[in-house]
C-alpha cells in the first residue's frame, strides 16, 4: 500500500506541476496536505527519474528558494494521443507532394474540424460555447479549462487553456499547425475575437487563448 500512495502522490505533484507550472515544496505542501519534508523527498525522487527540474529563485532573506517546474520528459507522461501517426503522415504528405500542397491539405484539415467543433460547441452564449469547446478538448487528450476575465463594461472576456498539448510533438516540427488551431478555435467559436497569450512550444506551461466577445 505505501508503494500506490507514493506514486498517487507524485502524480499528483507532477499534475500540479502541470496545471500551474510551477510551484515551491511550500506550494505543493499546502496544496496537497502534505508536511514539506515529505514533499522534498518525493520531489527529489522525481527529479532523479528526470520528470521535474528547479531553478533558485531569490527570497529578501535567507537562501534561494527552489521553484520546480516538469521538464519535457515529464510533460510526455500525460496522455497525447495524435503525436506519432500525425507527425508520421504529416511527413509522408511533405515528401510526396511537396510542402505547398500538404500545407494546404493540413489547412482544409482543420477547416472541416472548425465546422465540426461549431456544430457541436451550439449556439447558445458565448460562455456556453467556450464550456463546450473545453468539454470538445478534453475528450480528445486535452486538459483543457476555461475561466472568466474580469472586464470593465467593455463585455465579457474569456481565457481558454490547454495544459497538456495533444500534438506536441507535430506542434515542434510543424508549428504551423498552431496558426491552423487558432483559426479553427475563431471559426468553431463564432463572431469572437481569438487572441493567443501562451504557447508550448515557446517554453510557456500552458497554450492560452483570450476570447472577446
Not at 499534475?15 to 499546502?30: F, N, V
Not at 518525493?42 to 528526470?50: I, M, P, S, V
Not at 506519432?84 to 482543420?110: M, N, P, V, Y
Request: charged share 20%.
Amino acid at each position: 500500500m505505501p508503494i500506490t500512495h507514493q506514486a498517487t502522490t507524485k502524480q499528483d505533484i507532477l499534475q500540479y506541476l502541470l496545471e500551474k507550472g510551477q510551484g515551491t515544496a511550500q506550494d505543493l505542501a499546502e496544496a496537497l496536505a502534505i508536511s514539506p519534508q515529505g514533499i522534498r523527498r518525493h520531489l527529489k525522487d522525481l527529479e532523479a527519474e528526470g520528470l521535474i527540474a528547479h531553478q533558485p529563485v531569490p527570497v529578501a532573506m535567507g537562501r534561494p528558494q527552489h521553484v520546480y517546474e516538469l521538464s519535457q520528459e515529464g510533460r510526455e507522461r500525460f496522455p497525447t494521443r495524435y503525436d506519432d501517426f500525425a507527425l508520421s503522415l504529416i511527413g509522408t504528405l511533405t515528401e510526396t507532394l511537396g510542402e505547398e500542397q500538404a500545407s494546404s491539405i493540413l489547412h482544409k484539415h482543420w477547416e472541416r474540424k472548425a465546422l465540426e467543433y461549431r456544430d457541436r460547441v451550439g449556439n447558445g452564449s458565448l460562455q456556453e460555447r467556450v464550456v463546450n469547446l473545453v468539454a470538445l478538448r478534453r475528450a480528445e487528450g486535452y486538459m483543457a479549462e476555461w475561466h472568466l476575465v474580469e472586464t470593465n463594461g467593455t463585455g465579457k472576456q474569456f481565457i481558454f487553456a490547454e495544459h497538456n498539448c495533444a500534438i506536441s510533438h507535430v506542434a515542434s516540427s510543424f508549428p504551423g499547425v498552431c496558426g491552423h488551431e487558432l483559426e479553427m478555435f475563431a471559426v468553431a467559436l463564432q463572431n469572437c475575437q481569438v487572441e493567443r497569450t501562451h504557447w508550448i512550444i515557446n517554453g510557456e506551461h500552458r497554450c492560452a487563448y483570450l476570447i472577446s466577445q
